[in-house]
């Protein structure tokens, strides 16, 4: 309840102005604005006829004109995911560049091998880790493989009777350890090895030091070279030997077609060996002029070559080479064999063509299925062997959890 006092003075009434004169709230305002306030504090001092400038800081200088592009342009940039790489196959399967070599030893399955190559018999070889070799299972360390040396030695057992240089120190008077070198097979300074690959190759059989041309052909040093191939085409050019060299050259197939050039200062005896008779086997001008037959048979051929530098060799006699002097052995089952004089005879384009005919054609479809068979084996006894793997693993298992 209110109670109004009679004797109270009445209330004047006062106008709100607001929050305050015209001046306080421009002040208030300013006050509130965001910084800077000069602009306001001098644009409120203004009148409004003065042609004073806003601002007393001097103009901007003007831009400089743009540089001229460079004479000549930046490469583009190429990243490592976009840059070109060789693959490892070419590089290791085809030399680029005249390699000199000792104990090597290439094999491939699908790629080709070519390249040229100096094989020098008295290279040191690259001393091998032993753990390379280790065993896992058994940890013993393995010596080095000599399947190739075997091979090799094979081939030319059968072709001469025995492997030249092996019975040169026959007449030592220490028998045992004559005997342990005469069983042990000679190694093989190169070897070059695929199943359905071609091979070509650009051979010479060099030495490290200065060469003497009138030194004793016993005293020569004999690098030793295998070229092998399943189905594949070889080619081999052995366009040089030095004369302190001599050369036991070993190229074999079995359907693929064979072309080799030996030097014209090879002085020895080349054997052919083909099943299916001499008649694969052609000799080009310069090389038929200076062979002469020593033995012929339905799949043998031993022919003696004569160098015209050394006309004294006479191998009428006698079919196993020399010491100090070369020999060749070339073998195929069912593919052709073509042989001339490097330098001097070119092969023809007929026999280094596929040809044709019902012949060529028959010959095509027994290697299409001959590789077809043997990719059918290969892939099944891979298979096989990944799934005795993976019994042997589960019985490991269920052994260890009932341990």
Partial sequence: MIILDPHAEPIEEKKFSGFGSQEEQTSEQNADAPPPYEQHARSSSLGEGSSAPL?????????????????SPLPPFVSPSTAPTIPAAQQA?????????NHISLFSRHDAISGSYLVDPKLPAASLNADIFSSRTTGKTTTRDRSVDRYHARNTRRAFGAVPGEQD????????SWLKRRTRMPEVNAAFRTRHGAIKLDLAIVGSGTTDGMQQKSKRTRGRVMVASRHGRINVDLYEIQSDHCVDLDVSTRHGKIAVFLPPTFTGVV????????????????????????????????????????TSSSHSDYALPREGEDCCVIGTRHGKITVGISGVDQLPDKLHSSGGGLISRFEALVDAGTKQFETMVEAGAKGFENWVEAKAKALEGTLTGRA
């Fill in 169 to 176: 120190d026959s007449a030592s008077e220490d028998k045992r």
């Fill in 271 to 310: 054997s052919f060996h083909r099943h299916g008779g001499p008649s694969g086997i052609h000799f080009l001008p310069e090389f038929a002029s200076r062979a002469r037959t020593v033995r012929a048979s339905d799949g043998d051929v031993l022919v003696t070559l004569t160098s015209p530098i050394d």
């Fill in 55 to 71: 601002s007393s800081s001097p103009p901007l200088p003007p831009l400089p004109p743009p540089s001229p592009p460079p004479a």
């Fill in 93 to 101: 399967f085809r030399a680029t560049n005249r390699q000199r070599v």
